[in-house]
């Protein structure tokens, strides 16, 4: 497609339940990064991906936090056991080349209540 | 880590004027400074990017400057209009394969017509 496609693009899980978020990079993109964005802040490194291989994961909070693109293309980030402080909008980012031109999508927001 | 600290966190000019915002970056190793518009609802969206190998860089009514000696770097609008109203992001990197992007706290504009 043209742009970074994320959905859904609103979540509200209640405290303990298990999300997945999807990201679809653009065609053809190699890299693709998760960022985490709390209210009011800049965007946080989560975790990299290099076609199918996760090659940085350093940014994840916690071991509830996973991460996958298992053919190369999409990419699900879940979340097991939600908490209070995972709200935050989500934002999934691919470029041709890793830190060069990252297009961003448009998130997904969430709210664990 | 890297570690980017951007000032002023919000910014009120009048329809015309100029905006500046300015950044800091910790990690002498950085040597990529992508500049991210994001507006309500939206993911950062790249509107200029600089590289360490060059001083200056201008895009129509944009500019940015980059100093390594001292480790900062500038955001310049001229001729400010309503539809620049935003926050702003600025972030480093070191422009390598894998590299994350470090965004600093971000600038939110206004400006007044």
């Known amino acids: 497609g043209a742009g970074v496609s994320q959905s859904p693009r609103y979540k509200v899980a209640k405290r303990g339940q298990d999300v997945a978020l999807r990201c679809d990079p653009i065609s053809g993109h190699v890299s693709l990064f998760w960022y985490q964005q709390a209210l009011g802040q800049g965007p946080e490194f989560l975790t990299y991906f290099q076609n199918e291989a996760q090659l940085d994961k350093s940014g994840l909070p916690s071991d509830r936090f996973f991460a996958e693109r298992p053919e190369g293309s999409v990419s699900t980030l879940k979340i097991q056991r939600t908490q209070q402080e995972d709200s935050a909008v989500y934002l999934c980012a691919s470029s041709q080349r890793a830190a060069n031109g990252y297009t961003f999508g448009s998130g997904t927001r969430l709210t664990v209540v | 880590g890297e570690n980017v600290e951007q000032h002023p966190s919000t910014l009120s000019v009048q329809e015309g004027d100029s905006a500046v915002i300015k950044c800091t970056y910790s990690?002498?190793?950085?040597?990529?400074f992508p500049w991210y518009k994001q507006e309500l609802g939206k993911g950062p969206q790249l509107i200029i990017d600089?590289?360490?190998?060059?001083g200056e860089k201008k895009d129509q009514r944009i500019a940015v400057t980059l100093n390594k000696t001292a480790k900062h770097f500038s955001l310049h609008i001229t001729e400010t209009q309503p539809e620049d109203s935003a926050v702003y992001f600025c972030a480093a990197s070191r422009e390598t394969s894998g590299s994350r992007l470090t965004f600093g706290e971000g600038t939110q504009l206004t400006v007044n017509p």
């Open positions: 990690d002498s190793a950085s040597n990529y």
């Open positions: 600089i590289r360490s190998n060059v």
